[in-house]
């Protein structure tokens, strides 16, 4: 499985925009980029994905280099509520599925 | 819709004991997955299934039994528990191959083995 490297730890002001990164040099062409957060004591939830083109949905944008070695996850207004560890997976085009979690991104969102 | 439940919250054993942790999904998922996460760290992978009667060791299956009779239910049983298996484990279903599906998650079970 291709690997992914985030930063351990960043912190933000709430209502302000929180850019998260995401380096994966290793990238196949056909890895789908998906985002998962992981709130305290909750389990993992989706956040958005993509393939090659940047994506926006209710929660995030998430923007793809050209090259797709690597993608940052966008939170346009953080709040309060957006601190948790944000994890960066790829995802095989084929096969089980199975989620690769790192160690992630936790992200302090301060009032 | 309930999404996926999992049967208990908490745990408390004693070394050498032994029990079941059962995952329900109610969305028709044909893939059901085993995670377990120790303080401080990613989730790891113990077992998966990828549709009903099959299932398949994941990075850290050692100790861990599974099984798929159903398709909404997977099983993860610990025959002996170790002060290793200590954790929080949780379970994710999706309900297609492919790259671009969503994963959801269950609330976690938080098992202390004594």
New interface residues.
Partial sequence: DAKTTQPNSMESNEEEPVHLPCNHSTISG???I?W?RQLP??????VI?G?TSNVNNRMASLAIAEDRKSSTLILHRATLRDAAVY?CIL??????????????TRLTINP | NAGVTQTPKFRVLKTGQSMTLLCAQDMNHEYMYWYRQDPGMGLRLIHYSVGEGTTAKGEVPDGYNVSRLKKQNFLLGLESAAPSQTSVYFCASNRLAGGADTQYFGPGTRLTVL
Avoid: C, I, M
């Fill in positions: 056909t890895d789908y998906h998962y004591s909750q389990g993992p939830e989706y994905h393939l994890y995802r095989a085009f084929q096969g089980a599925q199975k989620l690769v979690f790192g160690q992630g």
